[in-house]
């Protein structure tokens, strides 16, 4: 299962990349001093497009096989199973998903509001703490 980014995430990296292609390859065309910041603009916009197509691909998160990954652009991928999960974190809208090694934080803004119910939906499957204090066998 796929958590999806926004749709406005995704058309604003689109529009974003546009312009800086458009402005780099402008800035290449009409000058015949060309400076080296001129290809910087065509790079901004390749890596922005770059972005894109990643987001567009592999969207926010993917929960597959007992396992909740949050897919990054260039090899950056946090991965959790679900069953180590010990507590869960809810502040500001984000989840915080701890286990005893390893720390998830999912932004809830960057979440299409309808996938955003099958998570809620999931997490709460779980029957972890998700109060503000962590779950401990410790004696306060």
């Known amino acids: 299962m796929k958590i999806k980014f926004k749709k406005k995430r995704l058309i604003a ?10 402005f780099g390859t402008y800035n290449v065309m009409a000058e015949d001093h060309l400076r080296w910041t001129d290809y ?8 922005y497009f770059g972005q894109y197509l990643h987001d567009l691909t592999y969207q926010y ?16 991928w946090k991965t959790i199973n679900l069953n180590d999960i010990t507590w869960i ?5 984000d989840y915080t998903l701890k286990t005893k090694k390893k ?30 204090t962590p779950f401990t066998n410790q004696i306060p």
């Not at 974190?89 to 809208?93: C, D, E, N, T």
């Open 89 to 93: 974190k809810k502040f500001a809208g």
């Open 103 to 132: 720390e998830l934080k999912i932004n809830t803004d960057l979440i299409d509001k309808d996938v955003l119910a099958e998570l809620n939906k999931i997490l709460a499957a779980l029957n972890l703490p998700n109060d503000r």
């Open 40 to 47: 910087g603009y065509l790079v901004i916009g390749v890596l």
């Open 61 to 76: 998160l993917t929960i597959q096989d007992g396992i909740i990954k949050k897919n990054g652009l260039y090899g950056y």
């Open 13 to 22: 990296n689109l529009i974003i990349s546009i312009i800086w292609i458009a």
